[in-house]
């Protein structure tokens, strides 16, 4: 039994959080396989919320939840997520990559001096990700079989402190001692050491025995660290790719590929945004969608759908399916558009350029549609208005890809399922 992916198709916060644990009654096991706790996932059931930023979301069901190699952990965080769990009454199963990075005090402070030495600042969520996955590439990252090892532990972060010191007084900031650094993550290292694992190993044997593997990605395509809006990006893979190397699976360990879009856009943090509305009506939409970050509760710039950064992320992914989300946000207002290509230089353009430089040059080619009113449930697609068919209609058509699930609203049982 292969497994499902839940992707993000634009800028994050699409509502993965929110589909995975609509998908994950079917599922056995649920995988992150990217990013760490930039990541704000949030899961709304019977008018409880849970807001997660490296648990999967299947934890609100008590799936079997991994953390694959692919996630940056930051030890602290990943404990007081498992305490809110427990206080919830939940029975938190949880299995951690050995291979998984490590985020360390350092990479935060270099985070944040990174952030505000810049000329053109990417507007991170100052979590450390960048520097934690540098290390990884530079080889001198801290493992998470290594971080549960005290003794090892103390090894690697002596070897390492020696980089990290010269690093931060670049920035004119005092890098935290070791003694420090020990107190400050010691409990974690003891208590997180019985969810050591091989999650690749844990999917293989779960495909091999007929069960459901949902995977979570964080984050969005136009964030990925190669293809996304570089570099207003961040430095993981939030892609079908990524979730391969992420885990450790083979391709044909994947059945379907879900991509996941809001029926707007939203963005939080710099970069490129060719659909962006600004006035009274991104206010609109900001004030009904709740568009603030939840990691960082930044509020979130505001644009109309565009279907070329999905037509590209659906061709790079192979998004077999679609779940659109938050279209009840859009009810109400009058007059709809959507991005269905750019123009640039005179030429009309189908897909995202590959030179950030030229995306930041586009301007939008829309289709306006009449506006509609969604009714309070929906039972069946025959339940929406005509025009909210027809706007949906317009991006299976353009992006040929069905649409599976539709969203409108936080809760769990505000989802229609399309067979
Ligand atoms: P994620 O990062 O992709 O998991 O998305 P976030 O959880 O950061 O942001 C999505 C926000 O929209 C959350 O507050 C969700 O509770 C909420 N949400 C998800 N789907 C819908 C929907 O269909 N309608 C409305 N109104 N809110 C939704
Ligand atoms: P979820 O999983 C939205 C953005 C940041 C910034 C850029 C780089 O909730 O969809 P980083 O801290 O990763 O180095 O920041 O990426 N960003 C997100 N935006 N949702 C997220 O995650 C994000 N994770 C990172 O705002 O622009
Ligand atoms: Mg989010």
Redesign the pocket.
Known sequence: MPATLVL?MQ????G?GKVVDFLASKADIVVRFN?GN????TVVVAGKTYKFHLIPSGAVQDKLCCLASGVAVNPKVLLEEIKMLQREGKEVRLIVDARAQIIMPYHILL?GAKEASANKK??????G??PCYADRAARTGIRFAEFVDLERFKERLKAVLLFKQKELSAYGINCPSEEEILKEYENACRKLRQYLGDVSLVVRDALKEGRQVLLEG???FF?DNDFGTYP????SHPTTGGALTGIGIAHNALDRAIGVAKAYCTR????PFVTELAGELADTIREKGKEY???TGRPRRIGWLDLVMLRTASRINGIDELAITKLDVLSGIEKLKICYAYKLDGKELKEVPADTALVERCKPIYKEFEGFELPAELKKLGDLPAQAREYLKFIETELNVPIKIISYGPGRKDTLLID
Request: glycine share 28%; net charge neutral.
């Open positions: 993000g800028f994050g916060d699409e993965k990013g930039n990541a704000g996932h985070d990417i507007g991170t969520t100052k979590r990700i960048g964080a984050q969005g964030l207003y990006v961040t430095s939080v943090g710099s970069g970050g939840t990691t």
